[in-house]
T-cell receptor, first 111, second 109 residues
Framework: QQPVQSPQAVILREGEDAVINCSSS?????VHWYRQKHGEAPVFLMI?????EQKGHEKISASFNEKKQQSSLYLTASQLSYSGTYFC????????????FGTGTLLAVQP | NAGVTQTPKFRVLKTGQSMTLLCAQD?????MYWYRQDPGMGLRLIHY???????AKGEVPDGYNVSRLKKQNFLLGLESAAPSQTSVYFC????????FGPGTRLLVL
C-alpha cells in the first residue's frame, strides 16, 4: 500500500523551515526520499535504513522511526532551489529495492 | 557518461496500437525499473528487473510487458494501448540510489 505523505503542499519564504512526513502501514526496511522539479525526473536525496544508518544530502536531514513506520524530511533555511515535489519511497524488505512511492508533497519556496 | 536515457521522449498512439519504450543505462547497474506517473498518484512501479534475463511484476503490471535481453537495456511494451495508459513513463536503474531517465510522455487517444 502507498505510504501517506503530509502535508500535500506547503508554501514557504526563503529561509523558513519545513517538515514533510511519510507514514506507512507496513513494517519498513528503508525509506528513500526523492525530489522532482516540474517537468524533470525525480532525483535521489536520501536513504534511511533500518538500524539508523542514513546516507544522502548534506543540507537536508531526515529521521526514521521504525516502530511507528514513519519518516520525516527536514528542510532548514529553505532556498529557492528546494522548490519541487518531494516523494518518499518505502521498501519493506528483500533485495530488490522495490519501492512504493507516496503521492508527493509539493513545496514552493518564495523570495 | 549519459546515465539513463529513454526513447522516445513523446509519443501519441491510437487505441489498440502497440509500441515499445526503450531505456538504456551506462552505469553497469543490475537493477532496472519502469514506473508510470499520473497526476495525484505519484510514481507507481510497473515492472522491474534484477539482472539480465530477469523480469518481475510491480504494482501495476497489467497491459505491459518487459524484456531485459541486455544488461544495459530494459524495454517496456504496450501490446494494445488504451487511453488509461496515457501517462509519463520513467525508467530508473540502481540499487540504493535509483537514477531516473528523463521520461517519456505517452498520449493514447
Amino acid at each position: 500500500q502507498q505510504p501517506v505523505q503530509s502535508p500535500q503542499a506547503v508554501i514557504l519564504r526563503e529561509g523558513e523551515d519545513a517538515v514533510i512526513n511519510c507514514s506507512s502501514s507496513k513494517a519498513l526496511y528503508s525509506v528513500h526520499w526523492y525530489r522532482q522539479k516540474h517537468g524533470e525526473a525525480p532525483v535521489f536525496l536520501m536513504i534511511l535504513l533500518k538500524g539508523g544508518e542514513q546516507k544522502g544530502h548534506e543540507k537536508i536531514s531526515a529521521s526514521f522511526n521504525e516502530k511507528k513506520q514513519q519518516s520525516s524530511l527536514y528542510l532548514t533555511a529553505s532556498q529557492l532551489s528546494y522548490s519541487g515535489t518531494y516523494f518518499c519511497g518505502t521498501e519493506s524488505g528483500g533485495a530488490t529495492n522495490k519501492l512504493i512511492f507516496g503521492t508527493g508533497t509539493l513545496l514552493a519556496v518564495q523570495p | 557518461n549519459a546515465g539513463v536515457t529513454q526513447t522516445p521522449k513523446f509519443r501519441v498512439l491510437k487505441t489498440g496500437q502497440s509500441m515499445t519504450l526503450l531505456c538504456a543505462q551506462d552505469m553497469n547497474h543490475e537493477y532496472m525499473y519502469w514506473y508510470r506517473q499520473d497526476p495525484g498518484m505519484g510514481l507507481r512501479l510497473i515492472h522491474y528487473s534484477v539482472g539480465e534475463g530477469t523480469t518481475a511484476k510491480g504494482e501495476v503490471p497489467d497491459g505491459y510487458n518487459v524484456s531485459r535481453l541486455k544488461k544495459q537495456n530494459f524495454l517496456l511494451g504496450l501490446e494494445s494501448a488504451a487511453p488509461s495508459q496515457t501517462s509519463v513513463y520513467f525508467c530508473a536503474s540502481g540499487l540504493e540510489t535509483q537514477y531516473f531517465g528523463p521520461g517519456t510522455r505517452l498520449l493514447v487517444l
